[in-house]
């Protein structure tokens, strides 16, 4: 089975701030990662595809970039409906492993 | 609008059993991937089980195999995870998800939730 280990698990940062969080396969994906974000007590939201592509409709400061097995998504100037934890996922192969998670908070 | 609406959640004593139904609206329902994920309660995401929009290509996590069944009935878009044999360790928020493509792909829409407590 694939692991994917994403880092930090916690980040403080501030509104305006630039984010990156990383993601890291135990062995080769292709291009198959995505990136969610989930508030709290909500569902998961699909934000980028195949690495690097933005789902519609979310703002063009969330990017993805990597291969093989480092990837990362960045957030370009941090917004207050930002603050949330971010999840990978692989689906180079089944089981469609996530990480664990990052949270991302208010400094 | 794509929606996805779970049921059947509820409260289950060690080893009983629950069924969770997933409605699906707003896309062709059986042009996708269907997928069950779940998150206990302050934890990530851990996916379940994953199939094939005809039925027959299914996919289980190891914590499940042997205990839970996944389904579906497209004439009425209706997705399925029997669960049998429940531990504590199923306590959790399910979700189901649908793929991007017929394919599988990111899971694109999620349904809101239902709640499995497991609890004697």
Redesign the interface.
């Known amino acids: 089975d694939i692991q994917l280990t994403q880092s930090p698990s916690f980040l403080s940062a501030s509104v305006g701030d630039r984010v990156t969080i990383t993601c890291r396969a135990s062995q080769v994906i292709r291009s198959y990662l995505a990136w969610y974000q989930q508030k709290e007590g909500k569902a998961p939201k699909l934000l980028i595809y195949a690495t690097s592509t933005l789902q519609r409709g979310v703002p063009s400061r969330f990017s993805g970039s990597g291969s093989g097995t480092g990837f990362t998504l960045t957030i370009s100037s941090l917004q207050p409906e930002d603050f949330a934890t971010y999840y990978c996922q692989q689906l180079n192969a089944y089981p469609h492993s996530f990480g664990q998670g990052t949270k991302v908070e208010i400094k | 609008e794509v929606q996805l609406v779970e049921s059947g959640g509820g409260l289950v004593q060690p080893g009983g059993s629950l069924r969770l139904s997933c409605l699906g609206s707003g896309f062709i329902f059986d042009d996708f991937v269907l ?1 069950w ?1 779940r998150q206990a309660p302050g934890k ?4 379940v089980s ?1 199939i094939s929009w005809n039925g027959r290509d299914i ?1 289980y ?2 914590s499940v195999r042997g205990r839970f069944t996944i389904s579906r009935d497209n004439r009425k878009n209706s997705l399925f995870l029997q669960m049998d044999n429940l531990r504590i360790d199923d306590m959790a928020s399910y ?1 189901c998800a649908k793929g ?1 493509g017929i394919l ?10 239902t709640l499995v407590a497991v609890s004697s």
């Open positions: 997928h994920v990530g995401l851990e996916w994953s996919h996590a190891d979700f991007m599988g792909g990111a899971f694109d829409y999620w349904g809101q939730g």
